[in-house]
């Protein structure tokens, strides 16, 4: 069935996690480029697709690019980030756009820059791909993506479902 999308993801929860991490460093384990995107999926979702690559305990699972490598080896044995988000997205039954330019907002891709796969999500604009660089969040250019997969295989939302009815109802028309 894959993922489903919440009913304001795009002006509540994507909106509000890029917020929230726009100050936030990069750091290997917890706020790299493949946990940024899978942290914003589970916003829009309620679905981490990286739980196997997360430690326990609120501990990374790895702590530099070397070990990063080696733990996707271990989970999905690929050797890249490209093969990291096809796993996930495999798992999770995103399906993957035939033309990566095809990729709508909100949906997980992988970029090229500066030499490097790195993974990331079409931006809410529609225009760029946001992600997780060593020098914080940065935006690229949408011609830049190799791979991408839809986040939105559905259309019923998981949350925020029937509160537009519950107010109207109860006379609260400030939806």
Not at 33 to 45: N, S
């Amino acid at each position: 069935m894959g993922l489903q999308r919440t009913t304001h993801w795009a002006t509540r929860e994507l909106h509000d996690f890029l917020l929230a991490r726009a100050e936030t460093p990069f750091a290997w384990g917890t706020n790299d480029c493949c946990l940024f995107a899978a942290d914003a999926i589970a916003a829009m979702t309620g679905v981490d697709i990286a739980v196997d690559f997360r430690g326990e305990d609120g501990e990374p699972a790895y702590t530099d690019e070397a070990s990063a490598l080696e733990m996707i080896r271990n989970v999905t044995g690929g050797e890249s980030v490209a093969d990291a988000a096809w796993w996930c997205a495999e798992k999770f039954e995103m399906p993957e756009w035939p033309y990566p330019l095809q990729a709508q907002r909100g949906d997980l891709v992988v970029v090229e820059n500066g030499g490097r796969l790195i993974a990331g999500l079409v931006h809410l604009s529609g225009r760029h791909v946001v992600t997780m660089a060593e020098s914080g969040i940065v935006k690229l250019p949408i011609t830049a993506i190799k791979r991408a997969w839809s986040t939105s295989c559905g259309s019923r939302p998981l949350r925020g479902e029937g509160d537009s009815e519950q107010k109207v109802k109860s006379g609260d028309v400030s939806l």
